[in-house]
T-cell receptor, first 108, second 118 residues
Framework: GQNIDQPTEMTATEGAIVQINCTYQ??????LFWYQQHAGEAPTFLSY????GLEEKGRFSSFLSRSKGYSYLLLKELQMKDSASYLCAVSYTDKLIFGTGTRLQVFP | DAGVIQSPRHEVTEMGQEVTLRCKPISGHDYLFWYRQTMMRGLELLIYFNNNVPIDDSGMPEDRFSAKMPNASFSTLKIQPSEPRDSAVYFC????????????????FGPGTRLTVT
């Protein structure tokens, strides 16, 4: 199966750090993607993990543990513009299976 | 580059009517994906093409849905007849290579078509 679970909503304060978790159960797992989607807009690519460990990209980092079926997206120095939905997606052959997304609201 | 282009951006139609959504992928991208997004079910893959050939249509909800890619720069998703439960945002995305292949693996999404069936 391809159950992908992530929290529905999270809130945080500007300048803070937030961690969005994602767990998955999938066979034929290739890698894990994180996408950002602002309200009314298309998803945009944030990161891709295929090996265990942490990938850092500026204020955003993504972690993967293949054995545990677990990933997280870490957002540092939160800004108001980071208010968006964050979609975890698991790649299976050439397909992406998306979770339902975590809606993050950043407050001043 | 213009990015992935979709038309129309908004479509309102009555139940029973035929709906055709259009997509122009990024030039040079070999893969094209059609997704549907709703609040309840999130972003779901409907079908994807590689070099204009449909590879996996297991996500197509039922026979009312069909997709074609007659050439590398154009794809359509057709719903006939449409029903209110088809109301959703339909995204088209393209990528240069398949996931897991060396090189670019990112999918680029178009702006979406918001479909409302009354």
């Amino acid at each position: 199966g391809q159950n992908i679970d992530q929290p529905t909503e999270m809130t945080a304060t500007e300048g803070a750090i937030v961690q969005i978790n994602c767990t998955y159960q999938t066979s034929g797992f290739n890698g894990l993607f994180w996408y950002q989607q602002h309200a009314g807009e298309a998803p945009t690519f944030l990161s891709y993990n295929v090996l265990d460990g942490l990938e850092e990209k500026g204020r955003f980092s993504s972690f993967l543990s293949r054995s545990k079926g677990y990933s997280y997206l870490l957002l540092k120095e939160l800004q108001m513009k980071d208010s968006a939905s964050y979609l975890c997606a698991v790649s299976y052959t050439d397909k992406l299976i998306f979770g339902t997304g975590t809606r993050l609201q950043v407050f001043p | 580059d213009a990015g992935v282009i979709q038309s129309p951006r908004h479509e309102v139609t009555e139940m029973g009517q035929e709906v055709t959504l259009r997509c122009k992928p990024i030039s040079g991208h070999d893969y094209l994906f059609w997704y549907r997004q709703t609040m309840m079910r999130g972003l779901e893959l409907l079908i994807y093409f590689n070099n204009n050939v449909p590879i996996d249509d297991s996500g197509m909800p039922e026979d009312r849905f069909s997709a074609k890619m007659p050439n590398a720069s154009f794809s359509t998703l057709k719903i006939q007849p449409s029903e209110p439960r088809d109301s959703a945002v339909y995204f088209c995305a393209s990528s240069r290579t398949g996931i897991g292949a060396s090189g670019t693996y990112e999918q680029y999404f178009g702006p979406g078509t918001r479909l409302t069936v009354t």
